[in-house]
Nanobody
Framework: QVQLVESGGGLVQAGGSLRLSCAASGRTFSRYTMGWFRQAPGKEREFVAA????????SYVDSVKGRFTISRDNAKNTVYLQMNSLSPEDTAVYYCAAAEFWRSRQADYGYWGQGTQVTVSS
């Protein structure tokens, strides 16, 4: 069982930065692939980024490549999403999630946080 709690969301102007954190409970955090997803109003939830158990391998949706960086600290049971050069199109509720395997589909992520709102003003 893994419980996830996101933090770090807020209101930022276009071009600004935010760093999201996701704190996980449980001593097995380091075995999980961790992902960040987002859901904008009126849209389906979409994949943003993922990181494998060791932190060596990452994956990003094309729209955030070069702007967002996912990382993890297994000693602190925490995964991060550094978001730079934010635009209004990045406005969404951001969720972190845990999956058993790398390259998991969204439906395979078995543990989800409650989400944190990110709002980017123009």
């Amino acid at each position: 069982q893994v419980q996830l709690v996101e933090s770090g969301g807020g209101l930022v102007q276009a071009g600004g930065s935010l760093r999201l954190s996701c704190a996980a409970s449980g001593r097995t955090f380091s075995r999980y692939t961790m992902g960040w997803f987002r859901q904008a109003p009126g849209k389906e939830r979409e994949f943003v980024a993922a990181i494998n158990w060791s932190g060596v391998t990452t994956s990003y949706v094309d729209s955030v490549k070069g702007r967002f960086t996912i990382s993890r600290d297994n000693a602190k049971n925490t995964v991060y999403l550094q978001m730079n050069s934010l635009s209004p199109e990045d406005t969404a509720v951001y969720y972190c999630a845990a999956a058993e395997f790398w390259r998991s589909r969204q439906a395979d992520y078995g543990y989800w946080g409650q989400g944190t709102q990110v709002t980017v003003s123009s």
